[in-house]
């Protein structure tokens, strides 16, 4: 298949994570509690304190972007951007809820970022920069935006072998249907997998103090269903694929998938592995 233009890749991104804005509303609670440790991380890893003025790229419903606004407090501030107005809608309600007066949300491209040079003291980014069909140059925009000596702390999906809570799915799905070896520098969830990959391009322009860790988890399901319908409701890349197989199919795959996390029951949950690369960097002041 011929590769995407890189306004074909922004446009399906958009309305891929669109579709299901409604399904990370309705999850927003369980994978708040489930995941906040990267949020803290990341809040980490950017140096945030009070007072900063900090941007969220990928923001979707709000991560870490709502912690971060926590963080810096009344005399700072956090733009959230994302593609998805809908995801943000989200996280404009979610924002309004807990009273957060500092975060702020703007639809728009984090390879062409509308802000000005040197107007933040941090960026953070939480699964987002793997989906992008250039990450060099969104690399060089977050250099451009960020003030001398801040930091930008980012969080992507590494190898899928390391991700049982994401590969079940997709391997069950392979087993039904034809689906080509993905070019491994075209946008997707495992793009930023590679170790070094990201931090070589944080290198290229210009970060100083790069640190990168392979930080494991796991995602903790009361039952293998809850697991099979959250995945389904928020993954829009494997909504994408789940959509190529029939509704007979759909069902065994279900079934196997189920049978499948059920074998990672620990106790009185199912614990999915997640492995996660924390990528952290320094403008020079
Ligand atoms: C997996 S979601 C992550 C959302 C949030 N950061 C989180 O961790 O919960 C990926 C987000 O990246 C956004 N995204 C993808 N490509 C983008 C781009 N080029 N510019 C801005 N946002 C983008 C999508 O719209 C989506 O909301």
Not at 138 to 157: F, G, Y
């Amino acid at each position: 298949m011929a590769s995407l233009s890189p306004e074909q890749v922004i446009e399906g991104q958009c309305q891929d994570w669109n579709r299901v804005a409604g399904g990370w509303e309705k999850w927003d609670r369980f994978f708040d509690e489930q995941m906040a440790f990267l949020n803290h991380r990341l809040v980490g890893d950017a140096r945030l304190r009070t007072g900063l003025r900090v941007l969220d790229l990928g923001s979707g419903t709000g991560y870490p972007a709502t912690l971060a606004a926590q963080v810096v407090g009344a005399k700072g501030s956090v733009v959230g951007i994302d593609l998805a107005q809908q995801m943000l809608d989200a996280a404009e309600r979610k924002a309004a809820s807990l009273q957060l007066s500092n975060l702020t949300f703007r639809a728009g491209d984090v390879t062409t970022l509308p802000f000005e040079t040197a107007s933040f003291d941090a960026v953070t980014t939480r699964f987002c920069l793997m989906f992008l069909p250039d990450i060099p140059k969104a690399v060089a925009e977050i250099s451009r935006i960020l003030k001398p000596n801040t930091w930008c702390a980012a969080a992507v999906w590494s190898a899928p072998d390391k991700n049982p809570y994401l590969k079940i799915p997709l391997d069950i799905i392979k087993q039904f249907v034809d689906i080509p070896a993905p070019d491994p520098t075209a946008p997707g969830i495992f793009r930023l997998a590679k170790p070094g990959e990201l931090s070589a391009m944080l290198q290229q322009a210009g970060f100083i103090d790069i640190s990168e860790q392979e930080f494991l988890s796991d995602v903790r399901f009361a039952e293998a269903d809850q697991y099979f319908s959250s995945l389904m409701d928020i993954a829009a890349p494997i909504q994408n694929l789940w959509a190529k197989l029939s509704p007979e199919r759909q069902s065994e795959a279900k079934q196997r998938i189920i049978h499948t996390a059920g074998q990672y029951r620990n106790g009185s949950a199912i614990a999915l592995p997640i492995a996660v690369r924390m990528v952290a960097a320094r403008k020079p002041g």
